[in-house]
Every structure is written in C-alpha cells, then in structure tokens.
C-alpha cells in the first residue's frame, strides 16, 4: 500500500511559480513511479508529468514542457512539480498518483486527494 499527500497548492498571478509536493508513505517508495495530473472545473483529468522510481525517466504533457519540471527525492520519500511561468490555464486540482511502471500511470492504483492551484490573470 502507498498513501499519497499532496501539498503546496495555493492562489498566485500569472508568471509566478509555486511547488508542489506528493509525500508518500512506505519504505518501498523507490520502486514506483508516480505521476502528476491536474483537474480542472467541468474538464476531463490530464496527465501533466510523470518521473520513474529512481528518477532517471520522466515524461512531461507539451502543455507544461520548458515550464514544469518534475523531481524526486527518494530518501525523503517525496516527489516535487516546479512550476515557472504559470498561466491561468494551469488553474485546477492538481493530484499525484503512483504505479508500478511509467507506462501504466493513467491506471495508477494510488492516488492522493490532490491540491488546489489557482493563477489570476
């Protein structure tokens, strides 16, 4: 079992930058992948980014490429989304999940409950 939480949501203007955290529990962290996704009111879930279990993969959605970077820190069992040059489209909830495998993280078996990430114009 892994339990996800996710934090560092907040309201921010446009071109401003925030990071986010998913804190994960269990001691077998390293070995999933994990994902990030974002919500928006009345829209479809979308992928936004995703990083291997040991960090050396990762997979970007091109409406956030050059703009979000995704990290982890294994020893601290805990995976980061930078995001620079925020626009007001980036407004929604934004949630991480992890799977055992990059390939399979739309069917992630893990989820958090997400956080909130509204950009004013």
């Known amino acids: 079992q892994v339990q996800l939480v996710e934090s560092g949501g907040g309201l921010v203007q446009a071109g401003d930058s925030l990071r986010l955290s998913c804190a994960a529990s269990?001691?077998?962290?390293?070995?999933?992948?994990v994902g990030w996704f974002r919500q928006a009111p009345g829209k479809e879930r979308e992928f936004v980014a995703s990083i291997s279990g040991g960090g050396g993969s990762t997979v970007y959605a091109d409406s956030v490429k050059g703009r979000f970077t995704i990290s982890r820190d294994n020893a601290k069992n805990t995976v980061y989304l930078q995001m620079n040059s925020l626009k007001p489209e980036d407004t929604a909830v934004y949630s991480c999940?992890?799977?055992?495998?990059?390939?399979?993280?739309?069917?992630?078996?893990?989820w958090g409950k997400g956080t909130q990430v509204t950009v004013s114009s």
């Open positions: 269990g001691r077998t962290f390293s070995s999933y992948a």
């Open positions: 999940a992890a799977a055992t495998m990059l390939a399979t993280m739309n069917q992630a078996p893990y």
